[in-house]
């Protein structure tokens, strides 16, 4: 299962970019998804996750407000809407997937499948 991560990019802090998901095979409609954010120095930590069918979301408390996760399994799509972007916020974004939907999603060692990455950076 390949993950393909795109949407970053450099943006003033404020602003907004919108991330996206997709995999080679329409594993992203049948799995949990989740992304997490990797910044200069530290470790991979969690952002958002959603379950298979939409139903439920979380988020880390440093983005609750700001962040929404959606998706779309008609277009093998899940989206990170980041508004009121800081710059803390400057990373590098990973989507995730898994292939289980019984384990918790704030777990990064839980997700077997991970993309590449996409940076994001919020400039001050």
């Known amino acids: 299962v390949q993950l393909q991560a795109s949407g970053g990019g450099l943006v003033q802090a404020g602003g907004s970019l919108r991330l996206s998901c997709t995999s080679s095979?329409?594993?992203?409609?049948?799995?949990?998804v989740g992304w997490f954010r990797q910044g200069p120095g530290k470790e991979r930590e969690f952002v958002a996750a959603i379950t298979q069918s939409g139903g439920r979301t979380y988020y880390a408390d440093s983005v609750k407000g700001r962040f929404t996760i959606s998706r779309d399994s008609a277009k093998n799509t899940v989206y990170l809407q980041m508004n009121s972007l800081k710059p803390e916020d400057t990373a590098v974004y990973y989507c995730a997937t898994m292939t289980s939907t019984r384990l918790n999603l704030l777990v990064r060692t839980n997700y077997e499948y991970w993309g590449q990455g996409t940076q994001v950076t919020v400039s001050s």
């Open positions: 095979r329409r594993t992203i409609s049948m799995y949990p």
